[in-house]
């Protein structure tokens, strides 16, 4: 079995054709879904899809795109709406210095007020980070330093010292379909040098469709193509990296319920 542990069902791409979606994915062995929230006030369209879907959960959180439009949203009001029994995370919140569209100030704020929810709550946090791997170090070095709390660095693009560090304060570190990519050489290294119970695969589909179906919309079902890389370039069977990796997402996603041992 395999876990998409990011993608974003809400997305109009997805509209027409949402119970192909899940049907797909579940006949390619994607046991379960979490679909991730980009604002806090679009939560009710996320759990309109997670309360169809057996195998779907969602996340609830401001992209840091968003941070602006959702600044002051407190950890009080995350952690509440935590409370349903479909929402299993926080997030994605984090820092986007690539596109920016959130001020810093204000995503910054975000993330740490969605820290904040993960630590009261034990839920974990997906957290974005894109050309910011100073800073996310930094926040993330001084909220652990306030306290314990469960995190992974998803759509994983930063550098080696920013995995690194995440790895030593306990955070898994999740790969899209970037890691198909022919000029993803680097990114593949570093997926093979880290700890086998540390890596997590995803699609964050819509978008960023693996090698084999690159400019498509990609959807849960190709997330078997960024964990055919994986296990290729940490020289192990397939089967091994979707034992491994949906062992962490168990582990990391405590509350979405485990199949019975098969
Ligand atoms: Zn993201
Ligand atoms: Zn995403």
Request: glycine share 8%; proline share 5%.
């Amino acid at each position: 079995m395999l876990v998409d542990s990011h993608c974003h069902l809400d997305f109009p791409d997805f509209a027409d054709d949402l119970a192909g979606i899940v049907a797909r994915a579940e006949a390619s062995g994607v046991g379960r879904i979490v679909t991730i929230s980009t604002r806090v006030r679009k939560l009710p369209d996320l759990l309109a899809i997670a309360e169809r879907f057996p195998n779907v959960y969602c996340s609830v959180g401001t992209h840091p795109h968003h941070a602006d439009e959702e600044d002051g949203i407190t950890t009080d009001e995350l952690v509440k709406l935590a409370q349903h029994p479909k929402v299993v995370a926080f997030g994605e919140a984090g820092l986007d210095y690539f596109y920016e569209m959130g001020s810093r100030p204000a995503q910054e704020r975000g993330f740490r007020a969605h820290i904040a929810a993960a630590r009261q709550t034990g839920l974990p946090l997906v957290i974005h980070t894109r050309e910011a791997d100073a800073d996310c170090g930094k926040i993330l070095e001084d909220e652990m330093g306030k306290g314990a709390f469960r995190a992974v660095l998803h759509c994983y693009t930063g550098g080696r010292d920013l995995a690194m560090q995440a790895i030593d304060l306990g955070l898994m570190i999740s790969f899209t379909g970037i890691l198909t990519f022919k000029k993803s050489q680097a990114l593949r290294d570093l997926a093979a040098e880290l700890p086998a119970d540390r890596i997590m695969v995803e699609t964050d589909s819509p978008y960023l469709a693996p090698g084999k179906y690159r400019g498509k919309r990609n959807e849960p079902s190709y997330v078997v193509e960024t964990a055919k890389v994986m296990a290729e370039v940490r020289g192990v069977s397939l089967d091994e990296i979707a034992r491994q990796t949906t062992e962490n997402f168990f582990r990391l996603f405590g509350k979405v319920p485990a199949p019975a041992a098969a």
